[in-house]
């Protein structure tokens, strides 16, 4: 397993071991997965709400403002 050593400001050296690819292969498909999850609930609590058939700008800014945390996650 890889190992990364930082030494730091005041001579103390850090070590921890590097996830490999396929963990963070894993990782990077559970993220999005939740991503999708979240944004699919949005919409489906927009229809819930029938947001769509009063005005289609104020339903496209609504989406745009719930869906924003999906866009800003690491």
Do not use: H, W
């Not at 609930?41 to 719930?66: E, K």
């Amino acid at each position: 397993m890889n190992k990364l050593e930082i030494n730091t400001a005041q001579n103390v050296k850090i070590q921890y071991n590097l996830a490999s690819l396929g963990s963070r292969m894993i990782a990077f498909a559970i993220d999005y997965f939740i991503i999708v999850c979240y944004f699919f609930f949005c919409m489906f609590l927009l229809d819930a709400l029938d947001i769509t058939s009063r005005d289609p700008y104020l339903f496209y800014g609504i989406i745009m403002g719930m869906t924003l945390p999906a866009f800003f996650t690491p």
